[in-house]
Every structure is written in structure tokens, then in C-alpha cells.
């Protein structure tokens, strides 16, 4: 009965292959996040959606493009993986907009590019 | 640019002291301040919040407080218990317009709590 799963938990993959991970919540949350912690634990908002309809996008790569196929899903698609996309990514969701609510975090996906 | 700011990496405190953490912020728009708690290979958990129209929250053990003059704000754990060893975030919440907001982290502190 995880709130916020996360698909896969590690990621190994080579310079240049196209991978996905995938988010879940079971909250009835509204709004779900992407979240990026580099080496030096900064932790970064990419985009945000809200039932289905992307509400944040921060500069990132358009190498990066999340989906949302229901607003309890939001999957997160990186083409081209470089060196630098080696992170940890959290997904997050919350009730409403405004992130001064609550945000649950899933348990992240620690992605590797070799 | 570093918006917000945990300019002590680690703290460590003896079971049943006080635990003081620390956040510094340039923007004087940020409208509410978060602190949330992680644990190894999990995700950051929420703890306490508030707004910037306040100067103190508190809940059981937790206390945030707020200086806007000093763009500052603190956590205090009273008493600290191993089980608060964790990395401390920071965050501020900033309008990103159309009723939404982000937030913004700091780098985090490790509090080591020993018994």
C-alpha cells in the first residue's frame, strides 16, 4: 500500500540508449512532480502536472519528456542519456496546486549512465 | 544561483539536547518555508511548515522559526532522539504563476543523533 511508488529503484544504462521511469500514487493526489538530485544533493523541480496537464517545466533538456496518461501516473522518458543525467529522480504528488501542501515523495530512482 | 541555503553540512547532538538546523534564503518572495526529513534510500517526508506571515510554528518536539529581517529560518528538535538522524531539507515556496507554486531546496543537513 506504498502512497508514491517508483519504477525502477536502480538504473544502469549506457551513453546514448533512451530510458523510462515510471511513478505511481495512490493518494487521489491532483498535482505530481519530477524531482532531480545531482552529486552535490541539490534537489531540483523538472516539471509538474496537474490532472494530466503539465503546469511546471523548468529548464531541462527537452532529451527529458514526461507523460501522463491518468493523474495517478506520471512517467518520465529521457532519449540520448548522458553522463550528467546520472541522478537520483523523486517523483512526488500532492492535494491541489500550491506545493506548501504537502508533498509525499516515492523512494526515487537512482539512474546510472556509464 | 543558490536561493536557498544549509550552510552546515553535518550536525551532530547527544540524545535528549536540542538540535538547531539552519537555513539562510536570498528571495524575499518566497511565501512559505518547509522542512522535510530523509532517510537513506527513501524519499524526503514532510515535518513542518510556515508561512511567511508568521514567526514561529510549532508541532510536539518541532519548532520552526522565522526571521524575515535576517531572511532566516531554524528547525529545533527538543529533546533530539536517535531515531531524528536523518538529512534535514529546507525548502521555500515560490509563486510560479496560474495559482501554482515550486519549491526550492537547500542541500540538506545530516543530524547525527547519538545516544
Known amino acids: 500500500d506504498t502512497a508514491v511508488s517508483q519504477t525502477p529503484k536502480y538504473l544502469v544504462t549506457q551513453m546514448g540508449n533512451d530510458k523510462s521511469i515510471k511513478c505511481e500514487q495512490n493518494?487521489?493526489?491532483?498535482?505530481m512532480y519530477w524531482y532531480k538530485q545531482d552529486s552535490k544533493k541539490f534537489l531540483k523541480i523538472m516539471f509538474s502536472y496537474n490532472n494530466k496537464e503539465l503546469i511546471i517545466n523548468e529548464t531541462v533538456p527537452n532529451r527529458f519528456s514526461p507523460k501522463s496518461p491518468d493523474k495517478a501516473h506520471l512517467n518520465l522518458h529521457i532519449n540520448s542519456l548522458e553522463l550528467g543525467d546520472s541522478a537520483v529522480y523523486f517523483c512526488a504528488s500532492t492535494r491541489g496546486t500550491t506545493s506548501y501542501n504537502e508533498q509525499f515523495f516515492g523512494p526515487g530512482t537512482r539512474l546510472t549512465v556509464l | 544561483d543558490q536561493q536557498v541555503k544549509q550552510n552546515s553540512p553535518s550536525l551532530s547532538v547527544q540524545e535528549g539536547r536540542i538540535s538547531i538546523l539552519n537555513c539562510d534564503y536570498t528571495?524575499?518572495?518566497?511565501?512559505?518555508f518547509l522542512w522535510y526529513k530523509k532517510y537513506p534510500a527513501e524519499g524526503p517526508t514532510f515535518l513542518i511548515s510556515?508561512?511567511?506571515?508568521?514567526d514561529k510554528n510549532e508541532d510536539g518536539r518541532f519548532t520552526v522559526f522565522l526571521n524575515k529581517s535576517a531572511k532566516h529560518l531554524s528547525l529545533h528538535i527538543v529533546p533530539s532522539q536517535p531515531g531524528d538522524s536523518a538529512v534535514y531539507f529546507c525548502?521555500?515556496?515560490?509563486?510560479?504563476?496560474?495559482?501554482?507554486?515550486?519549491?526550492?531546496f537547500g542541500t540538506g543537513t545530516l543530524l547525527a543523533v547519538q545516544p
Open positions: 493518494l487521489g493526489h491532483d498535482t
Open positions: 525548502a521555500a515556496s515560490l509563486d510560479y504563476g496560474g495559482a501554482t507554486n515550486k519549491l526550492i
Open positions: 510556515i508561512s511567511s506571515i508568521k
Open positions: 528571495n524575499s518572495m518566497f511565501d512559505y
